[in-house]
């Protein structure tokens, strides 16, 4: 059953100085089911970002549907409190808060108790190997363990949905690889919906059950289920990898077997 | 585990001291170079008479016989007027930080307020207001308010859109965006526009009590000043400085607690 719809979803920004269009999103139609782990794979400055701004309820489409849960997120902003966590591409831990106070800050703003918040932030935080830094603040933190603050955060809300923006991005290959591992055991153990969107088709391929490649503006160039023993086939995976890249390099839709 | 040991850290009195005077920035060559003054100062009063630059000892001797009274007087007006003009700024500031349209209206006014000289605001004080408390108190708000109000504007305008995004992203109700975001997030422009006001007013109101005043350490400036007692300018004065100093330590106690973040 689907937990997100998409419907011809449209975004047009219009410049302020030169008041040009600027078509972000162009008729963007898929849906996502629950439990799904999805690879969003796209250019950067696809729209992939205001894809998920949108998803957030951040901003509002020019015109389409888009549908989380039933609900429009944008319009029924408040309605989807607590079902959707997100992990952005840059931590955005708040500087003053330390590695507890921000992991619970979603769960301040839900209203449990202070016992339950302290309770739920340092077993995320436990379970993401950070027992020892509960109380450090962000600057004393590396970048791999303040995004894994960032990513307790999103998940201490126990959210339906989890969004990441390119949440391993700047990181060392070995740190997001560690993470990545981390993050799928997470989503798999506790039955996430989770959607990640990336520009690195490795990245897509390692974490989606099923790869959705973005042309630019963001449109659906392709929809790939991956089976999970397709994973354990390097040379399959180097396959689809060279598939995906032609596709965006031509910002054509593909079928693909 | 780091909240026991922040409490034992404060529980120091010489850890709250040392972190005080280290804000203060009261370090050897300050301390070198202030005996050097004092020195200096003393020598130059030996071959000087005593109503041109009067040794210590004269103005030590003035400074116990001054009266306590006229600096509770201005004591009590700058912290009032501060206090009022704080709460005034930070309303002035979140409405115009919520309405783009209310700020069109009310920078161009907040601007031409702050061009106006003091010396001008203290003259009109004199001409409109015959109530001498109202006097002060007129001045030192129309003088500090936009200072606060600016700082803390642009403190509100200066909070990263990652972070707002952040926040909004667990959807919560505005005064939870406030308390949790905003709020912390201005604290540090909030103290440095204190730290300015408090030296702003502390000049500001000795010029308003010297021209439109009876009380106070100004209009005790112009009485010194009227009886050719350079010592007991000299006295009013290092109460001055030492009341601007004595000022900033809780400021200083508040900043090395609210910003342990950043040390």
């Known amino acids: ?257 | 585990m780091g909240k026991s040991s922040e409490a034992e850290d404060w529980a120091k009195p010489e850890s709250i001291a040392a972190k005080t005077l280290g804000r203060l920035k009261i370090g050897k060559e300050a301390i070198i170079s202030l005996i050097f003054f004092g020195v200096a100062w003393q020598i130059v009063s030996l071959f000087t008479p005593s109503y041109i630059v009067p040794g210590w000892q004269v103005i030590f001797d003035k400074m116990i016989r001054l009266q306590p009274y006229q600096i509770y007087v201005t004591v009590v007006r700058v912290v009032l007027a501060l206090v009022v003009s704080f709460g005034l700024g930070v309303l002035g500031a979140v409405v115009m930080y919520l309405s783009k349209k209310l700020e069109n209206y009310i920078s161009p006014l907040v601007k031409l307020v702050m061009a106006v000289p003091v010396i001008c605001w203290i003259l009109f004080a004199v001409l409109w207001f015959s109530a001498v408390e109202f006097r002060i108190f007129f001045i030192l708000v129309i003088v500090c308010c936009p200072v606060f109000l600016i700082d803390v504007l642009d403190a509100l305008k200066g909070v990263p859109k990652d972070l707002r995004d952040m926040i909004l992203s667990f959807r919560p109700s505005k005064m939870q965006y406030i308390r949790k975001l905003l709020l912390p997030a201005i604290v540090p422009a909030v103290l440095t526009s204190w730290k300015i006001n408090l030296s702003l007013a502390i000049r500001v109101v000795t010029i308003a009590e010297l021209v439109g005043a009876v009380s106070g350490i100004g209009f005790a400036l112009n009485i010194a000043q009227a009886n050719f007692s350079v010592a007991e300018v000299f006295a009013w004065t290092i109460v001055l400085i030492l009341i601007l100093l004595a000022a900033q330590v809780p400021v200083s106690w508040v900043e090395s607690k609210a910003l342990r973040w950043r040390l």
């Open chain 1, 1 to 257: 059953m689907p937990i997100i719809k998409v419907e011809a979803l449209r975004k047009v920004y219009v410049q302020t100085i030169s008041s040009a269009k600027v078509v972000a999103i162009d008729n963007l139609t898929f849906n996502i089911n629950e439990h799904e782990v999805v690879s969003i794979v796209g250019q950067t400055g696809c729209g992939k970002s205001t894809f998920l701004n949108i998803l957030m309820g951040l901003e509002q489409p020019t015109s389409g549907k888009l549908e989380v849960d039933g609900k429009e997120p944008y319009k029924d902003f408040n309605s989807l409190k607590g079902k959707i966590g997100i992990v952005f591409q840059q931590d955005r831990l708040l500087p003053w808060r330390r590695a507890i106070d921000n992991t619970k800050i979603g769960l301040e703003v839900l209203g449990y108790t202070p016992e339950e918040q302290i309770k739920r932030a340092s077993e995320w935080l436990t379970r993401l190997g950070l027992a020892n830094f509960l109380n450090a603040y962000p600057s004393e933190l590396s970048g791999g363990m303040r995004q894994r603050v960032a990513l307790a955060r999103a998940l201490c809300i126990d959210p339906k949905i989890i969004l990441l923006d390119e949440a391993f991005g700047h990181l060392d290959e070995v740190t997001a690889s560690k993470l990545r591992k981390d993050f799928l055991e997470l989503v798999h153990s506790t039955k996430k919906t989770a959607v990640f969107v990336t520009h690195q088709l490795d990245e897509a391929i390692e974490i989606g059950n099923r790869i959705i490649v973005f042309g630019k503006p963001a449109k659906v160039l392709a929809d790939i289920k991956v089976e999970p023993s397709f994973k354990d086939d390097q040379s399959k995976i180097q396959r689809l990898r060279q598939e995906i890249q032609q596709i965006l390099d031509k910002n054509q839709p593909i079928g693909l077997e």
